[in-house]
C-alpha cells in the first residue's frame, strides 16, 4: 500500500512557475513508476509527464520544454517543475504511482490532488 500526498498548487499569473510534490509512504518507492495526471472541468484526466523507476521519463506534447518531472527516491518523492505556465495549464494534479509484481498483479495508487490555477 502506498499513500500519495501532493502539495505546491496554487494561483499563478501566466508565465509564472510553481513545482508541485508528491510525498510517498507506506512501501518501497523506488520500485515505483511514477506520474503525475491533470484533469480540467468538462475534460478528462490526461497523463502530464511520467518518470520510470530507473528514471527513464516522458511528457505529454502540450507541456514538453516546459515541465520537468523528477524524483528523488531518498526522499520518496516526486516533483513536477513548471515553467511558463499558461491559462490552460489550469487543473487538479495528481500524482500516480503504479508498479507490476513479478506474478503479473498490478498496482496502483492516487494522491488527492492539488489545484493549479493560471490567470491574471
Known amino acids: 500500500q502506498v499513500q500519495l500526498v501532493e502539495s505546491g498548487g496554487g494561483l499563478v499569473q501566466p508565465g509564472g512557475s510553481l513545482r508541485l510534490s508528491c510525498a510517498a509512504s507506506?512501501?518501497?518507492?523506488?520500485?515505483?513508476?511514477l506520474g503525475w495526471y491533470r484533469q480540467a472541468p468538462g475534460k478528462q484526466r490526461e497523463l502530464v509527464a511520467g518518470?520510470?523507476?530507473?528514471?527513464?521519463?516522458n511528457y505529454a506534447d502540450s507541456v514538453k520544454g516546459r515541465f520537468t518531472i523528477s524524483r528523488d527516491n531518498a526522499k520518496n518523492t516526486v516533483y513536477l517543475q513548471m515553467n511558463s505556465l499558461k491559462p490552460e495549464d489550469t487543473a487538479v494534479y495528481t500524482c500516480?504511482?503504479?508498479?507490476?509484481?513479478?506474478?503479473?498483479?498490478?498496482?496502483?495508487?492516487w494522491g488527492q490532488g492539488t489545484q493549479v490555477t493560471v490567470s491574471s
Open positions: 507506506g512501501s518501497i518507492f523506488s520500485i515505483y513508476a
Open positions: 500516480n504511482a503504479r508498479r507490476s509484481s513479478p506474478s503479473g498483479a498490478r498496482y496502483a495508487y
Open positions: 518518470i520510470s523507476s530507473g528514471g527513464i521519463t
